[in-house]
């Protein structure tokens, strides 16, 4: 069974431009939550979607926005970059998501770069 | 509000030792609790899952404990190796996470030769 893959795996972006980053859950699973990694900050939720809807989402801007399709595949958006937007991105997959019993699994992740 | 704390930040031991890190957590009411390993640069690799009805799980050298009544999970690793070299991060669902993990810090393990 294939985990989770995330892509792509590292992206250079400059200032003021926008970057899209994908999430392919494991087969099966349909919730798909996504996290920022910083060595100041940690671990931060950014959103969590499951069957097409978000159910929570973050203390992030709204330069940071998320979707997820019919496949559960889910993407998500960050327009006008800034600096402080360079970070490892996570993503996790998991059948039901929070408030369950489910085992969470993460991807690889995505290193953004912002110059 | 569910606080997630990992004493120590950091940890290093000679290979061969059994070593103990500790998270600890302020509310009780949790639906389960993970361990994960992060190597530096790299994602989170689960560990263990323990079932918020469950006292502890194994998996090879890895044993994790829970105990809901002292808010305290124990990651146990026998005959550490200096592969297990890494970030050892606790996360867990609480009734009132709304669908996200809440985090600890992390320990930062180094097994030395």
């Known amino acids: 069974k294939a985990g989770v893959t995330q892509t792509p795996r590292y992206l250079i972006k400059t200032r003021g431009q926008q970057v899209t980053l994908s999430c392919s859950p494991i087969s099966g699973h349909r919730s798909v939550s996504w996290y920022q990694q910083t060595p100041g900050q940690g671990l931060q939720f950014l959103f969590e979607?499951?069957?097409?809807?978000?159910?929570n989402k973050g203390n992030f801007p709204g330069r940071f926005s998320g979707r997820q399709f019919s496949n559960s595949r889910s993407e998500m958006n960050v327009s006008t970059l800034e600096l402080g937007d360079s970070a490892l991105y996570l993503c996790?997959?998991?059948?039901?998501?929070?408030?369950?019993?489910?085992?969470?699994?993460f991807g690889p992740g995505t290193r953004l770069t912002v110059l | 509000k569910q606080e997630v704390t990992q004493i120590p930040a950091a940890l290093s031991v000679p290979e061969g030792e059994n070593l103990v890190l500790n998270c600890s957590f302020t509310?009780?009411?949790?639906?389960?609790l993970q361990w994960f390993r992060q190597d530096p640069g790299k994602g989170l690799t689960s560990l263990l899952l323990?079932?918020?009805s469950q006292r502890e799980q194994t998996s090879g050298r890895l044993n994790a404990s829970l105990d809901k009544s002292s808010g305290r999970s124990t990651l146990y690793i026998a005959a550490s190796q200096p592969g297990d070299s890494a970030t050892y991060l606790c996360a867990l669902n609480s009734g009132d996470s709304n669908y996200q993990l809440i985090w600890g810090a992390g320990t930062k393990l180094i097994i030395k030769p």
């Open positions: 323990i079932q918020s």
């Open positions: 509310d009780s009411a949790i639906y389960n």
């Open positions: 996790a997959s998991s059948f039901l998501g929070g408030r369950s019993y489910n085992e969470q699994f």
């Open positions: 979607y499951f069957s097409e809807t978000q159910r």
